[in-house]
């Protein structure tokens, strides 16, 4: 639409603010940095900004977080003790209809866990357990290892795997394409005979840092203990099978999974002032894994999903949809906290506008992924240009979450991720290095900033975001 000029001024006395009317109410009428929709959003907008990198008030409470207890794996002390701590914080911070809702979850126990190079000569590996992972007899298994590249390499080398430790030696390329040999690794090394798995961390090189994650079995052959070493280590192995050297390793994992345990996922609300039935979803999971504090993944994208309700409590803004925060359970091994919030309110799933998860880090450059129509998409990136001082890229295509994917799929809703990078992500991803001195408190309080605008918008602006 366009101004119509040169008519006479009475005319346009009229038709102006009829046209500024219409600009306001419908998005995308006209797009870009300058959409005049976004007009009656744009101080809200500055103010959350404002607020949320004026102090570093996210980060503290990151560093509370990970500081007070630790790493929270599934079934854990230290998880429940969270849980409630959250949930208290919640409350202090005013959140409407603050609860938490049980879920029961896997309890996994890493217990003690050794690896070395026996022959031909000793010495130790840095290793670290797959979650999940079965265990080794007391005393361990040892046996000559089978490096391979590949699933494929692995089959043209089946008849050597027999009775032998298989390397899964895959350099890290994308988490996607590189993950399926942690989770699929022990699998196919059990269906050729072999007696142990072990992986090249998923990871960049890092500082000879092993990275756990889960381990999947299956039904079709029995499970074998399955454990992750440094890319040094792995390299080590590789050079000197390279010079025709016959190496052999002694693993030890204790890992075993005691009852189920009771959990919860945390839920707090802005109670919206006139559609307060209709959900824009956010939210990260608290639990993570049992080394480090879990502050990358995802205790930060508890603190940042969380924040954006604070702020706007804060602020006075009570937007005319419900702006619901939940920090899930067990996304690591299980997803058992996003299957049952999308049981719990699958009456309600076509409520849910939009969902929002964090579960990326927040590491600069960030940016956001958006998964939904491509009329919701020219919406979002319309609102997506209010967040241009604080530097983010562009909306990608394509953005989600494991925890909020169960309703979202029910319901048809919109999704979008926080996006940090990748790089410095999967570095420290599931490691010992996991802690809070990684992440820079400007980090957090744009993450916060820029998720806080975004629900606001979406869960303010009249007419629903469309599916
Ligand atoms: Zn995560």
């Known amino acids: 639409m366009s101004v119509p000029v040169g008519r006479a001024a009475g005319v346009l006395r009229v038709l102006v603010p009829v046209l500024l009317l219409l600009y ?22 500055a103010t959350l900004i404002a607020s949320a990198t004026g102090d570093d008030a996210a980060w503290q409470r990151l560093a509370e977080l990970t500081d007070t207890f630790g790493p929270r794996l599934s079934g854990s002390d230290n998880l429940s003790r ?8 919640m409350k202090r911070d005013g959140l409407d209809r603050v ?8 309890h996994w126990i890493r217990g003690h866990e050794a690896a070395e190079i026996t022959t031909p000569q000793r010495d130790t590996l840095t290793v670290l357990g797959l979650g999940d992972s079965v265990s080794t007899p007391a005393a361990g298994i040892e046996g000559e290892v089978l490096v391979v590249t590949s699933f494929d390499d692995l089959r043209r080398h089946a008849t050597d795997a027999r009775g032998r430790i298989v390397l899964f030696n895959t350099p890290f390329m994308t988490y996607g394409e590189t993950v399926a040999y942690r989770t699929g690794g022990a699998r196919a090394a059990a269906v050729q005979g072999a007696i142990g798995a072990l992986v090249r961390a998923v990871g960049p090189m890092g500082l000879r840092t092993p990275h756990t994650g ?9 499970p074998i203990p399955s454990a992750a070493i440094a890319g040094e280590d792995a390299n080590r192995i590789v050079r000197m099978v390279a010079r025709g050297q016959r190496v052999r390793v002694r693993l030890t994992l204790e890992g ?9 996922n945390v839920v707090g609300e802005i109670l919206g002032r006139e559609r307060p039935e209709e959900i824009v979803l956010l939210g990260g999971h608290l639990d993570s894994w049992d080394v480090g504090s879990g502050a990358s993944d995802d205790a930060v994208g508890c603190v940042v999903t969380w924040e954006a309700l604070r702020l706007m ?8 949809r419900t702006v619901r925060l939940v920090l899930f359970t067990n996304e690591e091994n299980g997803l058992r906290g996003a299957a049952a919030y999308a049981d719990h309110y699958a009456a309600q799933a076509r409520d849910h506008v939009f969902a929002l998860e964090s579960d990326s880090g927040v590491f600069l450059p960030a940016g956001l992924g958006f998964s939904g129509s491509e009329d ?10 209010l967040l241009a001082p604080l530097g983010l890229l562009e909306v990608r295509v394509g953005g989600g979450g494991a925890d909020v994917g169960p309703i979202a799929m029910a319901g048809n809703a919109p999704t979008m991720a926080y996006l940090g990078d990748s790089e410095k992500y999967f570095q420290i991803h599931h490691t010992p290095a996991d802690t809070v001195e990684r992440i820079a408190p400007g980090e957090v309080s744009r993450a916060a900033a820029a998720i806080a605008v975004m629900a606001y918008v979406v869960a303010e602006m009249p007419q629903r975001l469309p599916k």
């Open 256 to 264: 075993h999974f005691e009852a189920d345990a009771a959990s919860a």
């Open 24 to 45: 306001a109410v419908t998005p995308s009428a006209q797009s870009g940095p300058s959409a005049a929709w976004l007009a009656p959003y744009r101080g809200a907008a």
């Open 376 to 385: 919701a998409h020219a919406i979002i990136r319309d609102i997506a240009t």
């Open 214 to 222: 889960a381990v999947q079995y299956a039904q079709d052959v029995a």
């Open 99 to 106: 609860r938490t809702e049980p879920v029961m979850v896997p």
């Open 82 to 89: 969270a849980i409630t701590w959250a949930a208290d914080a």
């Open 313 to 320: 409590k804060k602020l006075g803004l009570r937007p005319r």
